[in-house]
């Protein structure tokens, strides 16, 4: 005979999976975020009218000196 067991394992476990990975991808990019923001907070440079640039020392362009 069989015994009834109710869904109690299978119950909205579809949707717990979906919301437990919006949440880690949520989370891992605002951690992302958050290390490159404070990584690339010194290379901030503010001019003197207040406009903003980055200056970013692997991405400038070297021009080396005829000679």
């Given at each position: ?6 869904k109690?394992y299978?119950?909205r476990?579809?949707l ?5 990975s919006v949440?880690?991808a ?10 490159l923001f404070f990584?690339f ?11 903003g640039s980055?200056e970013i020392?692997?991405?400038?362009d070297?021009q080396?000196?005829?000679?």
């Amino acid at each position: 005979m069989r015994r009834y067991v109710p869904k109690t394992y299978n119950n909205r476990r579809l949707l717990r999976i979906i919301f437990r990975s919006v949440v880690i991808a949520l989370c891992t990019v605002l951690i992302v975020f958050i290390v490159l923001f404070f990584g690339f907070y010194s290379y901030f440079l503010t001019g003197e009218d207040g406009t903003g640039s980055m200056e970013i020392p692997w991405l400038t362009d070297v021009q080396e000196p005829p000679g």
